[in-house]
């Protein structure tokens, strides 16, 4: 069900986290089934000792109020899957060179993932090695 998943330790080690996002497909399921769908995984991937975890929290953003539309703040579209990331005005120089836009949102290819961020600041790196 994790689709895409982080370390989130801290530098010294003390305090750790694993967070990431996870398919839609499970998104209906109750708390638990979430929950125990997302452990079975972080088992298979990393072994039994992931099943022995401190605590558990995920957020179904389309129930988000300030996310999504619904009964107490009016109807909104569904939000898409990236689907507005990587457009052209992203990919020059504004203002005569002086202001180069970049992240994962900017990137034409996989735009909104971690890849995306890494092909944007390769095209940033391409364009501040440019000539003027």
Do not use: C
């Not at 694993?18 to 708390?31: N, Q, S």
């Not at 991937?45 to 107490?72: C, H, N, Q, S």
């Not at 898409?80 to 202001?99: I, S």
């Amino acid at each position: 069900p994790f689709v895409q998943m982080y370390d989130q330790t801290t530098s010294d080690g003390k305090h750790a986290a694993l967070v990431g996002f996870v398919d839609d497909a499970i998104a209906h399921l109750p708390l638990a089934g979430r929950r125990d769908s997302i452990i079975a995984q972080l088992v298979r991937v990393f072994g039994e000792r992931a099943g022995d975890y401190l605590e558990y929290k995920d957020t179904i953003w389309f129930e988000e109020k300030l996310t999504m539309g619904g009964p107490d703040n009016g109807p909104a579209p569904r939000v898409g899957r990236h689907k507005n990331n990587g457009h052209r005005v992203y990919q020059q120089p504004m203002l005569e060179g002086r202001l180069i836009i970049g992240g994962t949102e900017t990137s034409p290819q996989a735009g909104g993932y971690m890849e995306g961020a890494v092909n944007s600041a390769k095209h940033i790196t391409n364009l501040l090695r440019s000539p003027v």
